[in-house]
């Protein structure tokens, strides 16, 4: 069965058009809590529910409906504030809890927002779950008696425990003194813990991106707009850059020089690091994932297997597979034996941690690893487009797909959050893979 609110990350849309209001929101805390309950009928276990959110001034409204919708469900709510996504992951795990829901559009601006779930392991929601959600908001909605309604309180030290799990995530026998690190929070979730983490293991840490208003989340900063950081790095002279996104499950990082590294690099320097100390069998990526890097894994004799995209899909395969290590090109990275969900301050505490193991500069534990020019047109469509019987769009893809033969590829696919049809053209030429994007994204319709 089609889902029809949740995409690859929650339910996720414009604040004011339907689903992100406050009718559909309440609505939507009633009916997961109602699925909730029902998974723990009895009275000695009553569902509590953990909600977080990013700094979107939109937060307030929607975390009030959720917590109303929960409350007429007869679901206890703890309010955590402004906290990544994952560490909403990590609290309900860490308390027992019956799940986790994050108020967040991760690196979208800030008139986008939605709503993302976690099970009590902290992962996300199975589409079991998430369809029986969905056909529990065909249902009216009522409310329990006022005696069995849900009740509200503050987890007041959810800062300081996550703080506290992060850095238990980085090697005893290490730490970071004499690092000079510039980290960009994207006016996010991080902003009043990322900077802690990094000091408190030794390093001078020089915060941007740390002033939310509610109105400047993702606003030129994070791991979307990553030149930002690479200015501060050189402005601060300092070591490495760090930029997070919103809701701080990505990760971007910058060396001394400016330059930036993206996810696929850094997934390289994580599971290199790992072959040198202990053993890996190998790591996911996905469909965008660059060819160089798993040609590079096959000369390292790691195993390497591409998912859709979407870090659900990335989860789902290392579980299949057993392994422990993936991510994407934009950031999303996943190290299962340190938490259940991707996390960008956990994944750049194990990019810092190969470096200290190693000795070695982020440019030079890359030097063998060239990445292939892609190109990534990201091309609005209309409501309904169904790109796969276009024509035009399909000749298109053709004849790239023949001129590049065995020397690239070509992958067009729809965002799973956003109204756009992403062009991705990788080549060793870049001049070629630029040139084949711009002709196929020239047939979609406006």
Same mark, same amino acid.
């Given at each position: 069965?089609?889902?029809?609110?949740?995409?690859?990350?929650?339910?996720?849309?414009?604040?004011?058009?339907?689903?992100?209001?406050?009718?559909?929101?309440?609505?939507?805390?009633?009916?997961?809590?109602?699925?909730?309950?029902?998974?723990?009928?009895?009275?000695?276990?009553?569902?509590?529910?953990?909600?977080?959110?990013?700094?979107?001034?939109?937060?307030?409204?929607?975390?009030?409906?959720?917590?109303?919708?929960?409350?007429?469900?007869?679901?206890?709510?703890?309010?955590?504030?402004?906290?990544?996504?994952?560490?909403?992951?990590?609290?309900?795990?860490?308390?027992?809890?019956?799940?986790?829901?994050?108020?967040?559009?991760?690196?979208?601006?800030?008139?986008?927002?939605?709503?993302?779930?976690?099970?009590?392991?902290?992962?996300?929601?199975?589409?079991?779950?998430?369809?029986?959600?969905?056909?529990?908001?065909?249902?009216?909605?009522?409310?329990?008696?006022?005696?069995?309604?849900?009740?509200?309180?503050?987890?007041?030290?959810?800062?300081?425990?996550?703080?506290?799990?992060?850095?238990?995530?980085?090697?005893?026998?290490?730490?970071?003194?004499?690092?000079?690190?510039?980290?960009?929070?994207?006016?996010?979730?991080?902003?009043?813990?990322?900077?802690?983490?990094? %000091? =408190?293991? !030794?390093? &001078? *840490?020089?915060?941007? +991106?740390?002033?939310?208003?509610?109105?400047?989340?993702?606003?030129?900063? @994070?791991?979307?707009?990553?030149?930002?950081?690479?200015?501060?790095?050189?402005?601060?002279?300092?070591?490495?850059?760090?930029?997070?996104?919103g809701d701080a499950d990505r990760l971007l990082m910058v060396d001394a020089s400016g330059r930036i590294?993206?996810?696929?690099?850094?997934?390289?320097?994580?599971?290199?690091?790992?072959?040198?100390?202990?053993?890996?069998?190998?790591?996911?990526?996905?469909?965008?994932?660059?060819?160089?890097?798993?040609?590079?894994?096959?000369?390292?004799?790691?195993?390497?297997?591409?998912?859709?995209?979407?870090?659900?899909?990335?989860?789902?395969?290392? %579980? =299949?597979? !057993?392994? &422990? *290590?993936?991510?994407? +090109?934009?950031?999303?990275?996943?190290?299962?034996?340190?938490?259940?969900? @991707?996390?960008?301050?956990?994944?750049?505490?194990?990019?810092?941690?190969?470096?200290?193991?190693?000795?070695?500069?982020?440019?030079?534990?890359?030097?063998?690893?060239?990445?292939?020019?892609?190109?990534?047109?990201?091309?609005?469509?209309?409501?309904?487009?169904?790109?796969?019987?276009?024509?035009?769009?399909?000749?298109?893809?053709?004849?790239?797909?023949?001129?590049?033969?065995?020397?690239?590829?070509?992958?067009?696919?729809?965002?799973?959050?956003?109204?756009?049809?992403?062009?991705?053209?990788?080549?060793?030429?870049?001049?070629?893979?630029?040139?084949?994007?711009?002709?196929?994204?020239?047939?979609?319709?406006?």
């Open positions: 069965m089609a889902r029809q609110y949740f995409g690859t990350d929650g339910i996720r849309g414009e604040v004011g058009t339907p689903p992100i209001t406050p009718d559909f929101v309440m609505r939507l805390g009633y009916a997961s809590g109602k699925v909730l309950a029902q998974a723990e009928p009895s009275a000695a276990n009553r569902p509590t529910v953990l909600i977080g959110k990013d700094t979107r001034i939109s937060g307030y409204m929607l975390e009030a409906a959720l917590e109303a919708g929960f409350s007429a469900a007869g679901v206890d709510v703890m309010l955590a504030g402004p906290m990544p996504t994952p560490a909403v992951a990590y609290l309900t795990r860490a308390l027992r809890l019956s799940a986790g829901v994050v108020i967040s559009a991760s690196h979208n601006p800030f008139q986008d927002n939605g709503i993302k779930f976690f099970s009590a392991q902290g992962n996300k929601l199975q589409d079991a779950v998430e369809l029986a959600i969905e056909a529990a908001l065909e249902l009216p909605m009522s409310c329990v008696s006022s005696h069995k309604l849900g009740k509200a309180r503050r987890l007041d030290d959810a800062r300081g425990r996550y703080i506290e799990f992060c850095k238990s995530t980085f090697p005893n026998e290490l730490d970071l003194r004499g690092l000079k690190l510039v980290i960009d929070c994207a006016h996010g979730a991080a902003y009043h813990i990322a900077p802690d983490v990094f %000091h =408190e293991l !030794g390093a &001078e *840490v020089v915060a941007i +991106g740390n002033q939310p208003n509610g109105f400047n989340i993702n606003d030129g900063h @994070g791991a979307t707009q990553p030149a930002t950081l690479a200015a501060a790095v050189q402005t601060h002279r300092a070591d490495l850059g760090i930029a997070l996104d590294f993206n996810g696929d690099e850094l997934l390289y320097v994580m599971v290199k690091d790992r072959l040198a100390n202990g053993g890996i069998a190998g790591a996911v990526g996905t469909l965008m994932t660059n060819m160089a890097v798993e040609a590079a894994f096959g000369e390292m004799g790691v195993g390497f297997a591409r998912a859709k995209v979407g870090d659900r899909y990335v989860l789902e395969l290392l %579980h =299949e597979r !057993g392994w &422990e *290590v993936g991510g994407e +090109g934009s950031g999303h990275l996943l190290v299962l034996d340190k938490h259940t969900t @991707g996390d960008g301050i956990i994944s750049a505490l194990q990019i810092l941690s190969a470096l200290r193991r190693s000795g070695a500069t982020l440019s030079a534990i890359t030097s063998e690893l060239t990445l292939w020019p892609q190109t990534l047109l990201n091309v609005k469509i209309k409501p309904g487009f169904d790109w796969q019987s276009n024509g035009d769009l399909l000749s298109a893809r053709a004849r790239a797909e023949s001129d590049l033969g065995a020397s690239g590829r070509v992958l067009i696919r729809p965002s799973g959050t956003e109204p756009l049809l992403r062009v991705m053209v990788e080549a060793r030429d870049a001049g070629l893979a630029r040139r084949l994007a711009e002709n196929i994204a020239s047939c979609i319709p406006d």
